[in-house]
């Protein structure tokens, strides 16, 4: 399977403020994918990261508030934007890497707005 | 209604002893089905995959079935170190994951 690395690990970040998360693949994957998981909730999608074309977004979130680049089939980023105490979560990159392997999960980031 | 729905419990478990949930899903179309654990604090990681025949590895059993649209996970012989939250987790056409909140399982010494 993939191996994924995603930092920052954790940040504490005023309102107002942006916030960048990388994700870094050891191996060329299609399939990129952005997830938050708010505390006692269970992940939800953000976005699907596409190499080449804007992200396709879940219903609920916008590129304004999520900007996400995908340069390459190894590298993605998410900027949480004009941050709120609301926006406080985990954040995680997922890939596809294939059948056996399924979908492999980031560390997560996890943000907390003050 | 939830796209997949679990019991989040916990379940409290006396080391040894078996264990089993179920997730409900609401969407007939979906393709494929995992049993994910995910830690505290950390990400989630592969269990499983459920297939329609049902499947077992080692102490874990899963079974679908696809008419009544649930899954289920069965931990035989359960060890301390088994406790974690079970994410029931269903892909749909698209590659899209949907996930359940997860059952959280607490192995007790």
């Known amino acids: 399977s993939a191996v994924i690395s995603q930092k920052p690990s954790r940040d504490i970040c005023q309102r107002g403020t942006s916030l960048t998360i990388q994700c870094q693949v050891d191996s060329q994957v299609t399939m990129m994918f952005w997830y938050r998981q708010q505390p006692g909730q269970s992940l939800t999608l953000i976005a699907t990261a596409n190499q080449g074309s804007e992200a396709t977004y879940e219903s609920g979130f916008v590129i304004d508030k999520f900007p996400i680049s995908r340069p390459n089939l190894t590298f993605s980023t998410l900027t949480v934007s004009n941050m709120s105490p609301e926006d406080s979560s985990i954040y995680l990159c997922s890939v596809y890497f294939s059948v056996g392997a399924g979908y492999t999960f980031g560390s997560g980031t996890r943000l907390t707005v003050v | 209604r939830k796209e997949v729905e679990q019991d989040p419990g916990p379940f409290n478990v006396p080391e040894g002893a078996t264990v089993a949930f179920n997730c409900t899903y609401s969407n007939s179309a979906s393709q494929s089905f995992f049993w994910y654990r995910q830690d505290c604090r950390k990400e989630p990681k592969l269990l499983m995959s459920v297939y329609s025949s049902g499947n077992e590895d080692g102490r874990f059993t899963a079974q679908l079935n696809r008419a009544s649209q649930y899954i289920s996970l069965l931990i035989r012989d359960s060890k301390l170190s088994d406790s974690a939250t079970y994410l029931c987790?269903?892909?749909?056409?698209?590659?899209?994951?949907?996930f359940g909140k997860g059952n959280q399982v607490v192995v007790i010494p």
């Open positions: 987790v269903v892909l749909y056409g698209n590659n899209r994951l949907a």
